[in-house]
């Protein structure tokens, strides 16, 4: 027997309407790339957001068509956000920081039909246009003159809205519609898409205001240092709008400490998340100019595994908790949040610190389970260490368009993260290790395969392996692991000048060390783990 309740669709637009009637004058703060400031209100937003719907509408695109955004964390982003997956077209974000050839698999792959693009991007849109055959046109993110976009079609995203109607009525349909789509290289092999849906996109929103996740309210300001192309922002602009919360978008500058902090104390910001690069470059910027957080009640530090002794500065010196967020792009993305159990509050400050370090507790929503070597569970005794799985509404079923079974989920439905961990009788579970291939630098991946693809083309290397190395500004950084032909020589300076023009430049690894031999396992594969192992302590050059 069904329930007796309405079968009412889960919609994205259905939040900005929301947000639109009852907090339609709580403010959206923008900081545009030249440095001005820029003030809108959900209210406007959602007429902006109307508008742009009906000109995307007139200029052809339809639902399920892919429209991509190459731009930063502002007010227009955010009504692409909406318009887009409003209309049922889906929101494709585009990460500018990779190296253009991954751009250009991941535009072809999409099949993106229109491009959204940040004036200063346009350089790079251009060079690019000839080997985008499925691009009908750009939208220049601008009220002012149109450049010249490499021969595509161009149009002003102001101009497009100019004219069309305050009102859309947005169309209604199975709340499983794809919403926005990311690419993650996260993994092997060449980057994947995650396609959310509106359903996943609701659902979570609603997950992560709960009190124990981020707990977003009304009453928060909240600035997310995360960028807008990078899992929709942790999912922010939609659980903003969904509980009325102000947002303050930091634009372009995103790793300044200084404009960080202005923006904190002048917004009244009360709830700040980014990956903890970013905080050590405003904890510096604190520590130099003696300032302090004023209203920053707490910080959600995830992306990468949060130092404790960032969350010590943080409590101690500034008043601000931070809370240990886990998760991933495949999981929209939030998988735990470190939140304190009631009783802890009993604990002494150091066994305080060590739980709040663990990467936090489960959200509803989101399963997990540990498995040893032979797929069997582990008991969660904050001991056993395994393969984390995840299993939820907002988690990936699968890739987009990869062709064959996904290999990361299992026939249960379970996603292998690829994180190894321990979880405790308490539920709180802790990142140990990872099995992915990947490092993670500042909050972006690098493909470790790729590097070391690149380095055995080099003539004098016989075997390479690259392993991400603690670092203490970016968290990891690649180190190539060499062995050397008999009777070559190479420098680390000739071997690492190789990878020029090769990758983006913030790919190119930190340093390189010369073994004899590399450890193998029985089947000839390099052993990660050990070289891992091996290189644990080791200080990079620029980290000494
Ligand atoms: P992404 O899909 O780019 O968001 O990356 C997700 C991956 O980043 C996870 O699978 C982890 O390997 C890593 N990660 C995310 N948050 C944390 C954290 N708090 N501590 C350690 N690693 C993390």
């Given at each position: 027997?069904?329930?007796?309740?309405?079968?009412?669709?889960?919609?994205?637009?259905?939040?900005?309407?929301?947000?639109?009637?009852?907090?339609?004058?709580?403010?959206?703060?923008?900081?545009m790339?030249?440095?001005?400031?820029?003030?809108?209100?959900?209210?406007?937003?959602?007429?902006?957001?109307?508008?742009?719907?009906?000109?995307?509408?007139?200029?052809?695109?339809?639902?399920?068509?892919r429209?991509?955004?190459?731009?930063?964390?502002?007010?227009?982003?955010?009504?692409?956000?909406?318009?887009?997956?409003?209309?049922?077209?889906?929101?494709?974000?585009?990460?500018?920081?990779?190296?253009?050839e991954?751009?250009?698999?991941?535009?072809?792959?999409?099949?993106?039909?229109?491009?959204?693009?940040?004036?200063?991007?346009?350089?790079?849109?251009?060079?690019?246009?000839?080997?985008?055959?499925?691009?009908?046109?750009?939208?220049?993110?601008?009220?002012?003159?149109l450049?010249?976009?490499?021969?595509?079609?161009?149009?002003?995203?102001?101009?497009?809205?100019?004219?069309?109607?305050?009102?859309?009525?947005?169309p209604?349909?199975?709340?499983?519609?794809?919403?926005?789509l990311?690419?993650t290289?996260?993994?092997?092999?060449?980057?994947?898409?995650?396609l959310?849906?509106?359903?996943?996109?609701?659902?979570?929103?609603?997950?992560?205001?709960?009190?124990?996740?981020?707990g977003?309210?009304?009453?928060?300001?909240?600035?997310?240092?995360?960028?807008?192309?990078?899992?929709?922002?942790?999912?922010?602009?939609?659980?903003?709008?969904?509980?009325?919360?102000?947002?303050v978008?930091?634009?372009?500058k995103?790793?300044?400490?200084?404009?960080l902090?202005?923006?904190?104390?002048?917004?009244?910001?009360?709830?700040?998340?980014?990956?903890?690069?970013?905080?050590?470059?405003?904890?510096?910027?604190?520590?130099?100019?003696?300032?302090?957080?004023?209203?920053?009640?707490?910080?959600?530090?995830?992306?990468?595994?949060?130092?404790?002794?960032?969350?010590r500065t943080?409590?101690?010196?500034?008043g601000?908790?931070?809370?240990?967020?886990?998760?991933?792009?495949?999981?929209?993305?939030?998988?735990?949040v470190?939140?304190?159990?009631?009783?802890?509050?009993?604990?002494?400050?150091?066994?305080k610190?060590?739980k709040?370090?663990?990467?936090?507790?489960?959200?509803?929503?989101?399963?997990?389970?540990?498995?040893g070597?032979?797929?069997?569970?582990?008991?969660?005794?904050?001991?056993a260490?395994?393969d984390?799985?995840?299993?939820?509404?907002?988690?990936?079923?699968?890739?987009?368009?990869?062709?064959?079974?996904?290999?990361?989920?299992?026939?249960?439905?379970?996603?292998?993260t690829?994180?190894?961990?321990?979880?405790?009788?308490?539920?709180?579970?802790?990142?140990?290790?990872?099995?992915?291939?990947?490092?993670?630098?500042?909050?972006?991946?690098?493909?470790?395969?790729?590097?070391?693809?690149?380095?055995?083309?080099?003539?004098?290397?016989?075997?390479a392996?690259?392993?991400?190395?603690r670092?203490?500004?970016?968290?990891?950084?690649?180190?190539?692991?060499?062995?050397?032909?008999?009777?070559?020589?190479a420098?680390?300076?000739?071997?690492l000048?190789?990878f020029?023009?090769?990758?983006?430049?913030?790919?190119?690894?930190?340093?390189?060390?010369?073994?004899?031999?590399?450890?193998?396992?029985?089947?000839?594969?390099?052993?990660?783990?050990?070289?891992?192992?091996?290189?644990?302590?080791?200080?990079?050059?620029?980290?000494?």
């Amino acid at each position: 027997m069904y329930g007796l309740m309405m079968d009412r669709p889960l919609l994205i637009s259905d939040v900005l309407r929301f947000s639109r009637q009852n907090h339609g004058g709580v403010e959206l703060v923008s900081t545009m790339g030249d440095g001005s400031v820029h003030r809108t209100t959900y209210g406007q937003a959602y007429g902006r957001a109307c508008q742009l719907g009906g000109a995307l509408r007139g200029l052809g695109v339809k639902a399920g068509d892919r429209v991509a955004t190459l731009a930063w964390n502002d007010y227009r982003h955010f009504e692409i956000y909406f318009a887009v997956s409003g209309i049922g077209a889906i929101c494709h974000t585009l990460n500018p920081r990779l190296f253009p050839e991954q751009l250009i698999y991941i535009i072809n792959h999409a099949a993106d039909r229109w491009l959204c693009v940040d004036p200063m991007f346009v350089p790079l849109v251009a060079k690019l246009a000839p080997r985008l055959p499925t691009l009908e046109g750009v939208i220049v993110l601008t009220g002012g003159d149109l450049p010249e976009v490499g021969g595509l079609r161009t149009e002003g995203y102001e101009a497009l809205l100019e004219g069309q109607p305050e009102e859309l009525e947005w169309p209604e349909f199975d709340e499983r519609t794809a919403s926005s789509l990311c690419y993650t290289s996260g993994t092997t092999g060449n980057p994947k898409g995650v396609l959310y849906s509106h359903r996943s996109t609701v659902l979570h929103s609603f997950g992560i205001c709960l009190p124990d996740a981020a707990g977003i309210s009304m009453r928060d300001s909240v600035l997310p240092v995360v960028p807008m192309f990078h899992v929709n922002a942790w999912g922010m602009p939609y659980a903003c709008a969904m509980v009325g919360a102000k947002i303050v978008f930091p634009g372009p500058k995103m790793a300044d400490g200084e404009v960080l902090h202005r923006l904190i104390v002048s917004e009244g910001v009360t709830l700040a998340l980014g990956v903890p690069t970013i905080w050590l470059a405003l904890l510096q910027y604190l520590e130099t100019s003696g300032k302090d957080l004023g209203p920053l009640e707490r910080t959600i530090v995830g992306g990468a595994a949060c130092p404790p002794s960032m969350i010590r500065t943080f409590k101690e010196r500034y008043g601000v908790r931070t809370l240990h967020a886990w998760g991933m792009t495949e999981m929209s993305p939030i998988g735990t949040v470190n939140t304190p159990r009631p009783e802890y509050v009993n604990l002494s400050p150091a066994e305080k610190l060590e739980k709040a370090s663990k990467q936090g507790h489960g959200v509803f929503g989101v399963e997990m389970k540990i498995t040893g070597d032979d797929g069997k569970e582990l008991p969660w005794d904050g001991e056993a260490f395994g393969d984390l799985k995840v299993r939820g509404p907002w988690i990936c079923s699968d890739y987009y368009e990869v062709e064959g079974a996904s290999t990361s989920h299992d026939d249960d439905g379970w996603f292998a993260t690829g994180d190894v961990a321990t979880i405790d009788a308490d539920g709180y579970m802790q990142i140990v290790d990872r099995t992915k291939d990947v490092i993670k630098s500042g909050g972006e991946w690098i493909s470790s395969i790729e590097l070391e693809n690149i380095a055995v083309g080099y003539p004098a290397l016989a075997e390479a392996a690259v392993i991400g190395v603690r670092h203490s500004k970016w968290t990891e950084r690649p180190l190539l692991v060499v062995v050397l032909k008999e009777g070559v020589a190479a420098t680390r300076e000739e071997i690492l000048a190789y990878f020029g023009g090769k990758v983006a430049d913030w790919w190119v690894p930190d340093d390189v060390t010369f073994l004899d031999e590399l450890p193998h396992t029985a089947t000839g594969k390099v052993q990660k783990m050990e070289l891992r192992k091996t290189f644990a302590g080791y200080v990079l050059p620029d980290d000494r």
